[in-house]
């Protein structure tokens, strides 16, 4: 939970899209990094990063979306994992990378628009093989070409009540 | 339960010692003494890959029950992390060693990188499969093949030409 209020700012651009539509090649999507063993000792991000569930991976959209919402859409994914009788997972960081670059690891492979109420900005990487080595080849390609961003610090909390 | 190391250590130390029960003396001597020496090099192998065999113990540990990454993972497949404890011990000493993970399948995983466009990832599946996938600077490949010898030579080759320059 960040414990902050709600945006009272418009709607993003991003959740103007209609559900499953094509995203622009040039927009740029993140996926949140919740585990140190997604991103390997050379800092090279790991294919397990972009491993599909039910033939999609869950991505945000940056394009018209604030920083800080965007790091609050990967924040709400950790929160949805903790839980009692759960580990507790923490925000690693996310992993940037462009549809267009999502596009070129494999004819048929996209990025396409899946809003969800808690984030108009969410989308799916679809056009996912069956064949598990092709599968893992191109999760490689789009891990590569991903930019990695650690989480920004939580916010100190101050032992000054003057400061409230 | 024994830890995998732990288990294929005393299999190691069993099948030496069975190697010299039905010797003659002098020759149970000798043998002994060549055998003591294997016996240390195997263990020597075992120390150079102990770190990351200490790492597939503690994946085990961490991807062990359902659900384990949020996402409805399987656990972690026994025979997956014994056929990893069996190509991680096959590749030897001076191998590069892996950075370990898994798969929603239950499957370890495997990576080697130099760089982000120089790696070899792998998925060792429960039935004895490997599936492969390298990037090799501007070019890639992939592929799926048996956990044997072979496929050993194979990986070992990629793994050096992805890690040495």
């Excluded at chain 1, 414990?3 to 993140?30: C, N, W």
């Excluded at chain 2, 949020?70 to 972690?76: K, S, V």
């Excluded at chain 2, 996938?133 to 956990?147: D, F, I, K, N, V």
Aim: hydrophobic share 40%; proline share 7%; aromatic share 4%.
């Amino acid at each position: 939970m960040t414990g902050e209020a709600p945006d009272p700012r418009p709607e993003p651009a991003a959740a103007a899209t209609p559900a499953e539509t094509p995203l622009d090649h040039g927009e740029t999507v993140a996926r949140a990094v919740i585990s140190s063993r997604l991103v390997n000792k050379q800092g090279v991000l790991k294919p397990e990063l972009f491993e599909p569930k039910d033939g999609t991976v869950s991505v945000t959209r940056l394009r018209g979306v604030e920083e800080a919402a965007t790091w609050r859409s990967c924040q709400h994914v950790v929160d949805q994992l903790n839980g009692p009788g759960k580990p507790v997972r923490t925000l690693y960081g996310r992993a940037d990378v462009s549809c267009g670059r999502v596009a070129d690891s494999k004819p048929g492979m996209s990025t396409v628009a899946a809003p969800r109420s808690h984030n108009p900005a969410h989308a799916h990487i679809v056009g996912w093989p069956k064949d598990k080595a092709e599968e893992l080849l191109i999760r490689t390609a789009i891990a590569a070409a991903s930019v990695f961003s650690a989480a920004p610090a939580p916010p100190a909390v101050s032992s000054n009540p003057a400061q409230g | 339960m024994k830890p995998p190391a732990l288990a294929m250590a005393m299999t190691t130390f069993a099948s030496c010692v069975a190697a010299s029960s039905a010797r003659s003396e002098t020759a149970h001597r000798v043998d002994l003494a060549r055998l003591g020496i294997q016996c240390h090099l195997q263990e020597s192998r075992s120390v150079g890959i102990q770190e990351v065999l200490d790492d597939l113990l503690a994946l085990a540990q961490e991807a062990g029950t359902a659900d384990w990454n949020g996402y409805g993972a399987e656990p972690l497949r026994k025979a997956s992390l014994q056929n990893a404890e069996f190509l991680l011990r096959s590749f030897g000493l001076g191998a590069a060693h892996p950075s370990l993970g898994a798969s929603n399948a239950g499957w370890v995983t495997m990576q080697w990188a130099r760089s982000a466009t120089w790696t070899l990832s792998l998925m060792i599946t429960d039935d004895g499969l490997i599936h492969w996938a390298a990037l090799l600077g501007s070019s890639r490949s992939s592929g799926t093949m048996p956990l044997n010898a072979a496929a050993v030579q194979e990986l070992l080759k990629t793994i050096n030409r992805v890690m040495k320059p």
